[in-house]
């Protein structure tokens, strides 16, 4: 993990371009981004944007921050798809669904959650698939699934400034994710596909809820991490 005076050097090269030079109210604002690193805020929110499989995401409404985890296995699942409709559902900073349309071609992506973070036309407001009425080629999956009995085990950065409705999911961390397969295929067009991130610990609980066939992955730590579902 990066120490403050890092932070503090990529905040003046992502954020100032390198230099203070636009006058004083360059200077107050990086005086004001600075206190906001020390007080725990993460890095990319003070940016206020950041790099997903070279796009750039916005982070100015504050959605979960996009991890490594989920930039290595969405790049690997792409490798599997062609073009056609695509959900990226719990779509949060709507960093999976926007790097597909980037990388994809003929790929027509629709965005879904319960909260919009970002401007798009193809956004639909949805809890899971209460407001989804079309099928897709692929579906595209990053629920929350932190149990909350793991709330005081988190980084502070994470726990004090990160969406917790993006975070935690019962007691097991697997109620979104019991909701998702639960109806999931219904949304899937014949011989489309299931991408569904999750937590490593919970492989075990997820293979209960699946029937076959199905696929799981590792991440780029040899991890569990993603489960592939035709």
């Not at 930039?71 to 690997?76: D, L, N």
């Not at 407001?125 to 085990?153: L, M």
């Not at 993006?166 to 011989?191: P, Q, S, T, V």
């Not at 596909?193 to 075990?204: S, V």
Request: proline content about 4%; hydrophobic content about 35%.
């Amino acid at each position: 993990m990066a120490d403050i005076n890092q932070e503090i050097k990529w905040l003046l090269r992502d954020k100032y371009f390198g230099n203070l030079t636009a006058g004083r109210q360059g200077q107050k604002n990086f005086i004001k981004d600075v206190k906001r690193l020390k007080a725990g805020e993460p890095l990319d929110y003070v940016i206020g944007f950041t790099e997903f499989l070279g796009c750039k995401i916005d982070l100015s409404k504050k959605p979960l921050i996009p991890r490594q985890e989920t930039e290595y296995w969405v790049e690997e699942a792409m490798k599997k798809i062609k073009g056609g409709k695509v959900l990226d559902l719990f779509a949060g900073s709507g960093c999976i669904g926007i790097a597909i349309s980037r990388h994809v071609k003929k790929a027509k992506v629709d965005f879904a959650d319960k909260r919009q973070y970002f401007k798009n036309k193809n956004f639909i407001k949805s809890d899971v698939f209460s407001n989804i009425h079309e099928k897709y080629d692929y579906i595209f999956a990053n629920p929350p699934y932190i149990p909350k009995t793991r709330k005081n085990k988190l980084p502070k950065s994470v726990l004090n400034f990160e969406p917790h409705n993006a975070l935690f999911a019962g007691k097991d961390g697997l109620f979104y994710i019991r909701k998702f397969l639960k109806d999931a295929k219904k949304y899937l067009n014949a011989g489309g596909k299931i991408f569904m991130e999750f937590d490593c610990a919970q492989k075990k609980e997820i293979e209960k809820l699946l029937k076959p066939p199905y696929e799981f992955h590792k991440d780029q730590f040899a991890r569990w991490r993603w489960v592939e579902i035709s």
